[in-house]
C-alpha cells in the first residue's frame, strides 16, 4: 500500500539533508561540553597533548579536589548564591506587583507609566553617569550595588504583563470588588497564586543573570572577599592567576605528581571550575527548559 | 427628566476631572504596586540621563554636576579629532555587521529545519543541547575560549592542525579576533534564538500546509511560500531592533577577550568607554564618547523603523 502522503524523491532528500544539518548543530555544540566535562576528570598530561580529546583519560579527580580546596571559590560561591536569592527576590518584588498594575485596564495613568519604563530602552544614561548615582547613594563595594541597579528589566516587566492581561479574567476581578475585596487581597490571594509559571519564568530570568553577572561586580566592588562567583572565574580563567593556595602552598603530594608544572595544575583546575560553576545551572535547566521557552514566547506575543 | 440625568450617571460614571480622582482613589493601592518600580526606573535610569550633561561640562566631582563648569562640545571634538577615532568607529561598525550577518541568519535557518522536523527524541534533545550554551556566562564562555585556543593546549588548535591547517595566532592576531568573537557568539546563542521564530512558526495554518500538498508543492517549496512568509514580520522586528543596536555591541565579552596584541581590531566604543572613564577617570570626556554612541544608535533605529515602515507595514511602533 501506498502511504497517505506521497513523500517524493526530492522531499526525501530534502528531510535527510535537514537531519544532517541538524546532527552537525548537535555535535558541534555538544562536543565542546563534553569535552570540558572529560577534560575536568583527566590528568593533564594527555589533555594537553591532544591525547584525551573525547573520552577522560587517566582518570583523576585531582582538579576538583583542589576547586574545593581553593578558599577563594568558596567564597566566591557563597557570595554568588547570596547575591542571586536576595537580588532575585527584590526582582520578583518590583516586577509582579508593577506588572499587575499595569496589566489592569481600569489602572489610571497606566500609559503613562508604561511611557517612562519604554523610554528607557531606548536611551539611557551610560556607564559614567550611572556609577556617579551609585557612587553618590554610597553603594560603592557593597552588594548593593550589584543589586539595586538592576531591581528590574523593561523586558520581563512587558512578558509579565503580557501574562497578566491574558490569563487572569476580567471578570475574576470585578467580581472580587463587588464582594468588597481590597486590590491587595485580590493581588496576593487571588492573582499570585494563579500565576506559578509567570512567577517562575522570572525568577529563573533574573536569577540566571545574577548568577551570571560579573561587569559590575568589576566596576562596583573592591573587596575581594566580596567577589561573586564569576569574578574569581575571571581570575582564574581569563587573567590566568591561580591565587596563592593553589599555586603549590597547599599542593597534595598527589597533585605535585599529576601535575608536572605550573602549566597542567592551571589546565586541571580550569577545567573542573568551568564544571562546577556551570553545572549548577545546565544540570536543572532541562527539566526547566519548558518555563524559559514559555517566557520567550510570552514576550514575543506582544513586545 | 431628574431620573433620565440619574440614569446617564449611573450607566456613564461621566467624565473630567472627578471622574479621573474617583478612578484614582478607588484603586490607590495600585499605584503603591508601581511605586517601587518606578522609585527605581527615576533612580537609575533618568537620574543618569540627567546626569549625561556632564557631557558638556568638566565634570569635578567636588563640584557637583550642577556646580562644574559648561565648555560646550569641547569633548565632542577631541574625540572626532583624536587618531582613534575611526578605528574605535570601524571596529565597533565592523564587529556588529559580522556579527549580524552570520549571528541573525543562523537561527532562522535553524528553526525552519527544526520545524520540518517531527517531534520527537530526536528534535527534542538537538533543542536542549543547543540551547543550553545560552545559560554559560560570559566569562566561562571567555575561558573557554583561551582555553580552546591556546597555542600549546587547545583542542581547536589540535583539530585543526589534525585537518592539515596551518593554526593562526587566533587571540593574538588583530585579524582573527572578530571572527572569534563571533563564531563563538553563534555557538552559544544560535540555539535560544531559534524560540521566538518557532512560537511565529507555530502560527502557520494547517490547512494551507495541506492544501499546498495537493497542489503537489515539495516540502522546500512550502518552506519558501508558506513558512518564511509567515515569520517576516518576526524577522523584520528583530532585524530593526538589532540595526538600532549596532554600536551597541556588548563590551562585557570584548573586554574579557580584549588583549595588548589584539587590541588595534578589539578595541570598540564601549570598551573605550569603560577605558576612559573608570580607569583613567576622565569622566566628562567617557561620557561624551558614551552619549555619541546612544545617539548614533537611536538615530539608527529611527531610520531602519522608518524604512520598515515604508516598505512594508513591519515596524515596532
Known sequence: ?303 | MKASQELTLRTQPGTGKASGRRRILRNWELYLFIAPCMLYFIVFQYVPMYGVQIAFKNFLPSKGIAGSKWVGFDHFERFFNSYYFWDLLWNTFSLSLYELAIGFPLPIILALAFNEVKNGLFKRSVQTVTYAPHFISIVVMAGMIITFLSPSSGILIRIIEWVGLQPAHFLEDPRWFKTVYVLSGVWQSAGWGTIIYLAALSAVDPQLHEAAIVDGASRLKRVLHINIPTIVPTISILLILNVGNILGVGYEKVLLLQNSLNIESSDVISTFVYRSGLLSNQLSFSTAVGLFNSVVNAILLLTVNRIAQKTSDNSIW
Not at chain 1, 513523500?7 to 535527510?16: A, Q, R, W, Y
Not at chain 1, 506587583?97 to 508604561?114: E, I, K, Q, T, V
Not at chain 1, 553577572?213 to 573592591?222: D, E, K, T, V
Not at chain 1, 608536572?260 to 592551571?266: H, L, N, P, Q
Open chain 1, 1 to 303: 500500500m501506498v502511504s497517505a502522503i506521497k513523500e517524493s524523491k526530492g522531499d526525501k532528500l530534502f528531510l535527510v539533508l535537514i537531519y544532517l544539518f541538524l546532527t552537525a548543530a548537535l555535535i558541534v555544540v555538544l562536543y565542546p561540553l563534553i569535552y570540558m566535562l572529560s577534560a575536568s576528570v583527566s590528568t593533564p598530561k594527555y589533555v594537553n597533548s591532544g591525547e584525551m580529546w573525547l573520552l577522560p583519560k587517566g582518570l583523576t579527580l585531582e582538579g576538583y579536589k583542589l576547586v574545593f580546596g581553593n578558599a577563594k571559590i568558596w567564597t566566591g560561591y557563597r557570595n554568588t548564591i547570596v547575591y542571586t536569592i536576595i537580588g532575585t527576590l527584590i526582582n520578583l518584588a518590583v516586577t509582579l506587583p508593577a506588572a499587575y498594575a499595569l496589566s489592569r485596564s481600569d489602572f489610571y495613568g497606566r500609559r503613562l507609566f508604561m511611557i517612562v519604563i519604554l523610554i528607557t530602552m531606548f536611551f539611557s544614561g551610560g556607564l559614567v553617569p550611572t556609577y556617579l548615582v551609585v557612587k553618590n547613594l554610597g553603594l560603592i563595594n557593597s552588594m548593593w550595588a550589584l543589586i539595586l541597579p538592576v531591581s528590574a528589566s523593561v523586558w520581563n516587566i512587558i512578558v509579565a504583563r503580557t501574562f497578566f492581561q491574558s490569563t487572569i479574567p476580567k471578570e475574576l476581578q470585578e467580581a472580587a470588588h463587588i464582594d468588597g475585596c481590597t486590590n491587595m487581597r485580590l493581588f496576593v490571594r487571588i492573582v499570585l497564586p494563579l500565576s506559578a509559571p509567570i512567577i517562575a519564568v522570572m525568577a529563573l530570568f533574573y536569577g540566571v543573570g545574577h548568577w551570571n553577572s560579573y561587569f559590575s561586580a568589576l566596576i562596583y566592588l573592591n573587596e575581594e572577599s566580596k567577589f561573586p562567583l564569576q569574578m574569581v572565574l575571571r581570575q582564574i580563567l581569563v587573567l590566568q592567576q591561580m591565587g596563592a593556595e593553589t599555586n603549590g602552598a597547599v599542593l597534595s603530594g598527589e597533585a605535585a605528581s599529576l601535575a608536572a608544572s605550573k602549566a597542567e595544575i592551571a589546565s586541571l583546575v580550569k577545567y573542573a571550575v568551568i564544571i562546577v560553576s556551570t553545572l549548577p545551572i545546565i544540570a536543572v535547566y532541562p527539566f526547566l527548559q519548558r518555563y524559559f521557552v514559555q517566557g520567550v514566547m510570552i514576550g514575543s506575543v506582544k513586545g
